[in-house]
């Protein structure tokens, strides 16, 4: 059974960092494509990152700032989030699909963490 759990979320102050994690069971973790959305009150889900074989890929508001990473053999994927504004307030989800294609929409991805909130005061 595939299972996705994030951790490291917490709030801290704008210029700040944040290291997200997301540990992954029940599948081959190399061989998918893990990405992590966030979501803001009232807002739509949104991509922020994605890795896979064929490559790993930003959305323009984090590009830069944030950074993924993955360690195969504990079946990981990190995300090293730096330079915080207000904006990046959200809940923060690790989401996983078979395959290398990583899709850049929420529908694109079967498997999903409960979530970890991020909160970036002024």
């Known amino acids: 059974q595939v299972q996705l759990v994030e951790s490291g979320g917490g709030s801290v102050q704008a210029g700040g960092s944040l290291r997200l994690s997301c540990a992954a069971y029940?599948?081959?973790?190399?061989?998918?494509?893990m990405a992590w959305f966030r979501q803001a009150p009232g807002k739509e889900r949104e991509w922020v990152a994605s890795?896979?074989?064929?490559?790993?890929y930003y959305g323009d508001s984090v590009k830069g700032r944030f950074a993924l990473s993955q360690d195969n053999a504990k079946n990981t994927l990190f995300l090293q989030m730096n330079s915080l504004k207000p904006e990046d307030t959200a809940m923060y989800y690790c989401?996983?699909?078979?395959?290398?294609?990583?899709?850049?929409?929420?529908?694109?991805?079967?498997?999903w963490g409960q979530g970890t909130q991020v909160t970036v005061s002024s």
């Open positions: 989401a996983a699909d078979p395959g290398p294609t990583c899709n850049r929409g929420p529908h694109g991805y079967r498997y």
């Open positions: 890795i896979s074989t064929a490559g790993t």
């Open positions: 029940g599948y081959a973790f190399s061989t998918y494509c």
